[in-house]
């Protein structure tokens, strides 16, 4: 079974810094798919970035970025510049392809605070 | 195009009562996820429907159910409420040009 695991529960960091995310994931498959995606406070997720893993360079997206280690499982969120509207709960999931559908795995989540 | 829609957007019941959400995907999307988010549990897959066929189910008890219409909308049942159903409840729809899944705003159930 495929599992998404993300360690840090709650995270902060000062507006116009640095801050990276981190997540673990556990499969035998060699094409799937993942994501980040961003819950703020309202509620309404949305998509960050995406990441093919048959694609060796790394997604980004104006200020976020990605680490894609298929060796290594691991696949960890880079926000540069950090603004306060970057505050909100990160979730990273997981996505391959069976055969009649798609199944998705999600991790537990990373609340991040952005501080002024 | 309109986002994902889900009505209604809070809902408060007590033990034992039934309860139905409706989610209504982006036009042309025929693929309807259900998840149940608790601060403790995450994201828990509970069904996906495609094409008014549920193809696949997470772990819930069968109270959980599902439905989807010919106009690919959706609509979660949950019979005989406990407090531990208390959660956001979230739908998700796909296109079959995409690899991501597209969220709705949520539905707040608060059972007492």
């Known amino acids: 079974a495929q599992t998404v695991t993300q360690s840090q529960p709650e995270m902060s960091v000062q507006e116009a810094e640095t801050v990276t995310l981190s997540c673990t994931y556990d499969?035998?498959?060699?094409?799937?798919?993942l994501f980040w995606y961003k819950q703020p406070p309202s509620r309404q997720m949305i998509l960050v970035i995406r990441q093919e893993a048959y694609k060796q360079q790394n997604a980004t997206e104006n200020r976020f970025s990605v680490n894609f280690q298929k060796a290594a499982k691991s696949f960890s969120l880079k926000i540069s510049d950090s603004q306060l509207g970057d505050t909100a709960m990160y979730f990273c999931a997981f996505m391959k392809h069976e055969e009649y559908f798609n199944k998705f795995y999600f991790g537990s989540g990373t609340k991040l605070n952005v501080k002024p | 195009k309109a986002g994902v829609t889900q009505t209604p957007r809070y809902l408060i019941k007590t033990r034992g009562q039934q309860v139905t959400l409706s989610c209504s995907p982006i036009s042309g999307h025929r693929s309807v996820s259900w998840y149940q988010q608790t601060p403790g549990q995450g994201l828990q897959f509970l069904f996906e429907y495609f094409s008014e066929t549920q193809r696949n189910k997470g772990n819930f008890p069968g109270r959980f159910s599902g439905r989807q219409f010919s106009n690919s909308r959706s609509e979660m049942n949950v019979s005989t409420l406990e407090l531990g159903d208390s959660a956001l409840y979230l739908c998700?729809?796909?296109?079959?040009?995409?690899?991501?899944?597209?969220f709705g705003p949520g539905t707040r159930l608060t059972v007492l």
């Open positions: 499969t035998s498959e060699n094409n799937y798919y």
């Open positions: 998700a729809s796909k296109g079959s040009g995409y690899n991501e899944q597209f």
